[in-house]
Nanobody, 122 residues
Framework: QVQLVESGGGLVQAGGSLRLSCAASGRTFSNYAMGWFRQAPGKEHEFVAN????????YYADSVKGRFTISRDNAKNTMYLQMNSLKPEDTAVYYC???????????????WGQGTQVTVSS
């Protein structure tokens, strides 16, 4: 398993930006497809974005398309989520996760971080 640690969450006003990071250790980061999920209070995990092992393919949920950008730096064992034009409905705990295949399904992700809180005020 790869160990994952998220950082970069915080409180921001609507329309603002945040950049989340996900630092990996333990296994070869470049072997894994990666994803970002989020969970708001009382709701299920929601897929946000994913990226393949090389960084050449990405996919976004419709709710964040055009506002969020996922990227990775395999030399630094780190994945990022640049979040722009944030909305109050983006408020959630954001999790990074690793999988052996590029997928949007949480059940396929074997490693998860502890999460970082993002709060967007109106």
């Amino acid at each position: 398993q790869v160990q994952l640690v998220e950082s970069g969450g915080g409180l921001v006003q609507a329309g603002g930006s945040l950049r989340l990071s996900c630092a990996a250790s333990g296994r070869t980061f470049s072997n894994y497809a990666m994803g970002w999920f989020r969970q708001a209070p009382g709701k299920e995990h929601e897929f946000v974005a994913n990226i393949n092992s090389s960084g050449g393919a990405t996919y976004y949920a419709d709710s964040v398309k055009g506002r969020f950008t996922i990227s990775r730096d395999n030399a630094k064992n780190t994945m990022y989520l640049q979040m722009n034009s944030l909305k109050p409905e983006d408020t959630a705990v954001y999790y990074c996760a690793a999988a052996n295949v590029l997928t949007t399904r949480p059940g396929y992700f074997g490693s998860w971080g502890q999460g970082t809180q993002v709060t967007v005020s109106s």
